[in-house]
């Protein structure tokens, strides 16, 4: 009896739920048709696609794509999965082995699968300037980092053939390889082709790698300043196998996986970069970040620009991957969001794709086009080649930036370690700033011994005046302001430095010659030293290493403000110490994970800053003593006229009229409160006889 009703039970809850899922769902939530075309085919993840003929780049393998109204096609030819290194093997890890000179014939070694005829990775050969962020004795890849992914880099479709494949299209299923006819070339370039199943269509895709020749290999520097061996070049050529002329257009998938390095302590994090030619010729340059994209994303409002491209790519603090197409051949061009970081938007892949124009091929003849890619390191000699300078800004301080890095590799081609690079800056950068810092050491000595007495001049202005009232106040604004000029004056050193600072920040922190350079016991000069693994993630802040050089820097900031700040002379001034205390492990916190190399710079000024007072007090102390005082007898001046070597000091003057104005000012107040005088009521009454 209960078997009966548990069955009846799911019978009618199968019923309800058939018509509420068949009749209701979709009469109260209609599904929203997309545009057709080729851009509209590659959807970002997370994306539910709608039966469309064009077919969906983020869909699982396997999954059904129904398409309506399309007759049946012959079924395509399989043709089996292969991968075509492009390039030299690593030597370390290819069991075969491969002669290292032919490590420098290639800049970079793109691996290529016959899945899609895409782009799998690629790396940069030259390990001992370029190794892998944590990694030193492996390559760092520059695409195909993203593990979450199975988007590849170039990627194709074509609509009018992926509706005869079914549930798979151009970026899913295997093509041909073709062989090269002259064996030499199989090392630097790859061909694969796909046959339409109709017959209709012929796809074919070429890579090519640039392999410097023999003259080219005997420059020096060639790493920096060829710009062509780090690209790829890709031609696609659609051939049109009927007797009659037909339309078709593709869409490309542009860079995947270029590396977030030290995601949690870098400064930058993925930008998709754009440069668009105006009329005139120029190009605009502009950029969108990983997290402005998937907001866009979210609120379903992603751009789409249909602007003739000059470059078009992602970019990172050390890297980039940019695609030049040539002119007139792309409609249109749209940010991807690859794979979203739900905690951290600004962690998330993000990419590009790129929609041709309508390409019109004749009956038997074909139509090629090409494209470029540079995916190497972002070198002003190198990024300025692809004229997309806007990649290489270092924001305000661009020129003093540049600065830093030519002197910093300057003292690097001398043979010095960038870390003792970094110390001979700092050195030459206080050398130069040394009178000024004279100049601010006298003028912290003149308020130090000037700190007493301007303390002991207010207790007697509130002595005389009391507290707010109108002549204290007075009195103790010029004060103020005389003080203020002396602080103001011993701060300029500070102000001239701080551009210094902001420019080595961003030249530390962004040149990839500091990238992985270690330099005592830190790894990495361009990121915080780490000294060991915390057992426990700090709150709020989410650290998991200690570093030890923020704490030595700021410990030495603290010192440094000691031995210049005054003696606290009252409550006040003792509050005002112990806020600046607190402000020194707030600076702390701020600092902690700030580059290395930073720091360095930081623990060197300094050291050199508090040897440096020490030495101005040392040689002030030995003048002083060295010089016996001079007594001079003058004569009585016959004049009124001070003469100048007597006359007293600014502040003696102002203190001395101040009270004269205030004296005044009392004597005229008690002859009001006392009423007229004698002699001013005899006046009075002469003046009424």
Request: hydrophobic content about 40%.
């Amino acid at each position: 009896m209960e078997q009966r009703r548990f069955l009846n039970f799911l019978i009618l809850s199968m019923a309800v739920g058939y018509i509420w899922f068949t009749f209701v769902v979709p009469s109260l939530f209609p599904v929203p048709q997309r545009a057709q075309g080729p851009a509209d085919a590659m959807r970002p993840v997370n994306v539910v696609a709608v039966p469309n003929p064009a077919p969906n780049f983020n869909r699982e393998e396997g999954d059904k794509q129904e398409v309506p109204n399309i007759p049946v096609a012959p079924k395509a030819v399989e043709h089996p999965v292969q991968t075509v290194l492009l390039g030299p093997a690593d030597p370390d890890k290819d069991k075969n082995g491969v002669a290292r000179e032919k490590l420098d014939e290639f800049f970079i070694a793109a691996n290529t699968t016959s899945e899609g005829a895409a782009i799998d990775y690629v790396e940069l050969t030259d390990k001992e300037r370029y190794p892998a962020f944590g990694r030193r004795g492996d390559r760092v890849r520059i695409i195909g980092n993203d593990e979450k992914s199975k988007l590849k880099t170039f990627s194709l479709q074509i609509p009018e053939i992926d509706k005869q494949l079914g549930a798979k299209s151009l970026d899913r299923v295997s093509w041909e390889v073709v062989p090269e006819k002259d064996p030499a070339d199989a090392s630097r370039a790859v061909t694969y082709r796909f046959t339409s199943p109709d017959g209709q269509w012929e796809v074919l895709k070429r890579f090519e790698l640039k392999q410097l020749t023999h003259a080219e290999l005997q420059q020096s520097d060639i790493r920096k300043t060829l710009a062509e061996g780090y690209e790829i070049k890709l031609k696609i050529t659609v051939r049109n196998l009927s007797d009659q002329q037909h339309e078709l257009s593709y869409a490309l998938l542009g860079p995947i996986g270029v590396p977030l390095e030290d995601a949690d302590n870098t400064s930058k994090y993925r930008d998709l970069r754009m440069g668009f030619i105006r009329d005139d010729g120029g190009v605009d340059e502009s950029k969108q970040s990983a997290s402005e994209i998937v907001k866009k994303f979210k609120n379903k409002k992603l751009d789409k620009w249909t602007r003739k491209v000059k470059y078009i790519g992602v970019d990172v603090l050390y890297f980039a991957a940019l695609i030049l197409p040539a002119p007139d051949q792309i409609e249109s061009s749209n940010p991807l969001l690859v794979s979203e970081n739900a905690k951290k938007p600004e962690f998330s892949d993000v990419s590009v794709e790129l929609a041709s124009v309508n390409l019109k091929v004749p009956a038997h003849d074909a139509v090629t086009q090409e494209y470029t890619m540079y995916a190497g390191p972002k070198r002003k000699e190198l990024i300025s080649q692809l004229s997309a300078i806007a990649v290489m800004d270092y924001g305000w301080f661009d020129t003093i930036c540049r600065g830093m890095v030519w002197l910093l590799n300057t003292f690097h081609s001398l043979g010095l370690n960038y870390g003792i690079a970094i110390i001979c800056l700092t050195v030459l950068v206080r050398t130069l700033l040394m009178p000024i810092s004279k100049h601010q050491a006298a003028n912290a000595a003149k308020m130090k011994d000037l700190q007493p007495k301007l303390m002991e001049k207010q207790k007697e202005l509130e002595a005389k005046y009391g507290k707010n009232t109108e002549e204290y106040m007075k009195a103790a604004q010029e004060l103020s302001k005389e003080q203020l000029g002396l602080m103001m004056s011993g701060c300029l050193p500070m102000f001239l430095q701080l551009p210094i600072f902001i420019a080595l920040y961003r030249a530390i922190g962004s040149s990839v010659d500091l990238r992985m350079e270690p330099f005592l016991w830190f790894e990495n000069l361009a990121s915080p030293d780490a000294l060991f693994k915390l057992p426990f993630v700090v709150p709020w802040f989410g650290w998991t290493d200690f570093n030890l050089l923020p704490c030595i820097s700021t410990g030495l900031i603290y010192f440094s403000q000691k031995m210049t700040a005054p003696p606290p002379m009252n409550e006040e001034q003792a509050q005002q110490q112990k806020m600046m205390n607190f402000m020194m492990i707030f600076m702390g916190a701020m600092f902690f994970r700030v580059p290395s190399g930073l720091c360095l710079y930081f623990i060197a000024t300094n050291i050199w800053s508090m040897t440096e007072r020490q030495i101005f007090e040392y040689f002030k102390k030995k003048r002083l003593v060295d010089e016996p005082p001079v007594v001079t007898i003058r004569p009585a001046p016959t004049s009124p006229t001070v003469p100048a070597s007597d006359k007293p000091s600014a502040l003696g003057t102002f203190w001395s009229r101040l009270q004269e104005a205030a004296d005044d000012q009392r004597s005229s107040t008690r002859q009001l409160e006392s009423g007229p005088s004698r002699d001013d009521r005899n006046d009075k009454k002469k003046k009424k006889r």
